[in-house]
């Protein structure tokens, strides 16, 4: 069996809670993280009693030095799993939503950090809930089960309700999905999950642009809503729907933007690496 390829991600701002982790925060209670002197009358430490920056004060103020500690943040998976992220491309989208599960969960793992997983079709599905937590081999047997799963959900509606299975504090949260749903939808998504640090995640295959064959007749197939259709392809047709890809890229590029949010695309096979380079952008 492979090794797992991590990723390397951060949490954008400071981080809140109690346990400790790899995040910096504002807490100067402990830690390491030298942050600047401040008066004693504010942080009654004599143990930190810092006699340089006392000596330099103006006012003659004892001052003590102040460190930050560094904590954990809850990271949590939101996907799609409706019918349309089974999609049979190189390789299959599904497989690749599994594959990023399986390296998110080592990855906060490995950081300390708790991870949990909330899956939407029409509805939120609570036979694949994972409350964040500290399991080790969670995140593969999550996996497991992503790669052998029927997607037969006729909509993505439940990532609206998705929130209410999130930690209350401020978490790091990936929204995964293929984001062909209607901008309302999205933009309400988008609003109840504003609490949390969101990094949309859009998987997208080259095939969805169409076959690479320049000519002949195609059965196409909705796999949401079960619908058939013959289509005579060509070369024409084929222009037609690379440009509607990119039309929709810039759409959803300026949606986010006004959000705040830096989407990150996966085009093809998961690239751990690619999402390290996300964060560090």
């Known amino acids: 069996m492979a090794a797992v390829r991590e990723?390397?991600?951060?949490?954008?701002?400071?981080?809140?809670?109690?346990?400790?982790?790899?995040h910096r925060s504002g807490r100067g209670e402990g830690g390491f993280e030298y942050r600047g002197p401040l008066p004693l009358a504010r942080a009654r430490d004599l143990r930190r009693l810092d006699l340089r920056s006392s000596l330099r004060d103006p006012f003659g103020q004892?001052?003590?030095?102040?460190?930050?500690?560094?904590?954990?943040?809850?990271?949590?998976?939101v996907a799609d799993v409706s019918a349309s992220m089974a999609f049979d491309g190189r390789p299959p989208r599904q497989e690749v939503l599994?594959?990023?599960?399986?390296?998110?969960?080592?990855?906060?793992?490995?950081?300390?950090?708790g991870f949990g997983f909330?899956?939407?079709?029409?509805?939120?599905?609570?036979?694949l809930l994972l409350p964040p937590g500290r399991q080790r081999g969670a995140g593969a047997a999550l996996a497991a089960r992503l790669r052998g799963l029927v997607l037969s959900g006729r909509s993505?509606?439940?990532?609206?309700?998705?929130?209410?299975?999130?930690?209350?504090?401020?978490?790091?949260?990936?929204?995964?999905?293929d984001f062909h749903l209607p901008e309302a939808e999205l933009r309400a998504v988008l609003a109840s999950l504003a609490l949390h640090?969101?990094?949309?995640?859009?998987?997208?295959?080259?095939?969805?642009?169409?076959?690479?064959?320049?000519?002949?007749?195609?059965?196409?197939?909705?796999?949401?809503?079960?619908?058939?259709?013959?289509?005579?392809?060509?070369?024409?047709?084929?222009?037609?729907?690379i440009e509607r890809q990119q039309g929709l890229r810039e759409r959803l590029r300026l949606?986010?933007?006004?959000?705040?949010?830096?989407?990150?695309?996966?085009?093809?096979?998961?690239?751990?690496?690619?999402?390290?380079?996300?964060?560090?952008?």
């Open 7 to 22: 990723v390397h991600y951060r949490l954008p701002g400071l981080a809140a809670g109690a346990l400790p982790g790899a």
């Open 62 to 77: 004892w001052t003590v030095r102040q460190y930050s500690q560094r904590l954990s943040v809850p990271v949590l998976l």
């Open 98 to 113: 599994a594959d990023f599960t399986e390296s998110l969960a080592a990855s906060a793992w490995r950081n300390g950090d």
């Open 118 to 127: 909330v899956a939407c079709d029409e509805q939120v599905r609570q036979d």
């Open 156 to 177: 993505s509606q439940g990532l609206r309700e998705a929130w209410r299975w999130l930690p209350q504090r401020r978490s790091l949260v990936f929204l995964v999905s």
């Open 197 to 241: 640090a969101l990094v949309p995640v859009v998987l997208w295959q080259a095939q969805e642009a169409g076959p690479e064959a320049r000519r002949g007749l195609l059965d196409l197939v909705d796999p949401e809503t079960g619908r058939r259709q013959w289509l005579w392809w060509r070369p024409a047709l084929r222009q037609q729907m």
């Open 255 to 281: 949606l986010f933007a006004g959000q705040r949010l830096r989407p990150l695309f996966i085009e093809g096979a998961f690239d751990a690496d690619a999402v390290t380079r996300h964060f560090l952008s």
